[in-house]
């Protein structure tokens, strides 16, 4: 028998405080590595090119949106995963 999947607001938590770690709480390690390399990487990008007077935010743009973005899909994932468990041993 197969254990039920974490609930999808606990995985939300986790990958709003840790990036990459939702993913593994799906399952995906892999894909939480690239979340995160793409987040650093991304973030380092626009820090070394935006412009001088700009906000920390703005600088920091890229690595952000990459960040929201594995917050988003980490959700997703737990939301299908904790809906097709639940089709399958309804």
């Known amino acids: 028998m197969k254990f039920a999947p974490l609930s999808p607001y606990?995985?939300?938590a986790v990958a709003a405080i840790l990036p990459g770690v939702g993913q593994l709480l799906n399952r995906q390690p892999v894909r939480g590595l690239v979340f995160l390399f793409f987040s650093l990487l991304l973030g380092a990008y626009t820090l070394?090119?935006?412009a001088p007077d700009v906000s920390?935010?703005?600088k920091l743009s890229g690595g952000l949106f990459v960040y929201a973005m594995s917050i988003f899909d980490a959700y997703k994932h737990a939301r299908i995963r904790t809906t097709l468990w639940m089709h399958h041993n309804a």
């Open 10 to 12: 606990i995985v939300l």
């Open 48 to 50: 070394k090119t935006a």
């Open 56 to 58: 920390i935010v703005g």
